[in-house]
């Protein structure tokens, strides 16, 4: 399995409530990552966990919450989104230690409403 | 510090034609360097990577990338390419920090390819 799958791939949610992202790899990567791509923008890093521990925040608002359950999952929790929070959500993993770039997700599109 | 520029958002191209795209870097230490390609509504794929070694990177498709040093370049190039190339395409630098590698995107070049 070389791939990185994220569900779910649209999700539509009012500003007053709470949804989570969901993103799972079976790589044996022990690093995850979170981005947020806004439209003809480059991804924009938001969290990285590395063996399960999250190692960096991007300064990224409370309203989104990461989580890493275990090795292979890695979810993100939204609650209480605003408008300009719509975006493409991508979750990436790579090998710890030794880098030969990361394995993305096909995103998911968030539209708050 | 690291970061990348693309030097052109856009670049439009007749289907077999030659392509180009810019890529330069600034680092003070070592770099890996990588090529994504972004279709529409999908996320981003590996075109290629330099770690080290030949200078010369080429991917499954026919893309190749030469990494330049002295230039601190790191252009991708195909000799023909086709309509199914449109695509956004990313350079990326890693830095690494912290334990862990940050990857440094560039703005993209929005590759569009013309019959």
């Known amino acids: 399995d070389t791939e990185v799958t994220q569900t779910p791939k649209h999700l539509v949610m009012g500003m007053t409530n709470k949804k989570s992202l969901k993103c799972e790899q079976h790589m044996g990567h022990r690093a995850m990552y979170w981005y947020k791509q806004k439209a003809k923008k480059p991804p924009e890093l938001m969290f990285v966990?590395?063996?399960?521990?999250?190692?960096i925040n991007e300064s990224v608002p409370s309203r989104f919450s990461p989580e890493c359950p275990n090795s292979s999952l890695l979810n993100l929790h939204l609650h209480a989104l605003q408008p300009e929070d719509s975006a493409l959500y991508l979750c990436?993993?790579?090998?710890?230690?030794?880098?030969?770039?990361?394995?993305f997700g096909s995103g998911t599109r968030l539209t708050v409403v | 510090a690291q970061s990348v520029t693309q030097l052109d958002s856009q670049v439009p191209v007749f289907e077999e034609a030659p392509v180009e795209l810019r890529c330069n870097y600034s680092?003070?230490?070592?770099?890996?360097l990588f090529w994504y390609v972004q279709y529409p509504n999908q996320g981003l794929q590996l075109l290629l990577k330099?770690?080290?070694?030949?200078?010369l990177v080429e991917s499954i498709n026919g893309f190749e990338a030469e990494f330049n040093k002295s230039q601190t370049s790191f252009h991708l190039r195909k000799p023909s390419v086709h309509i199914s190339d449109t695509a956004e395409y990313f350079c990326?630098?890693?830095?690494?920090?912290?334990?862990?590698?940050?990857?440094?995107f560039g703005a993209g070049t929005r590759l569009a390819v013309h019959p």
């Open positions: 680092s003070s230490v070592s770099v890996y």
């Open positions: 990436a993993s790579s090998q710890a230690g030794a880098f030969y770039g990361y394995t």
């Open positions: 990326a630098v890693s830095l690494f920090s912290g334990g862990y590698n940050k990857l440094i």
């Open positions: 966990y590395s063996y399960e521990k999250l190692s």
């Open positions: 330099y770690l080290s070694g030949s200078t």
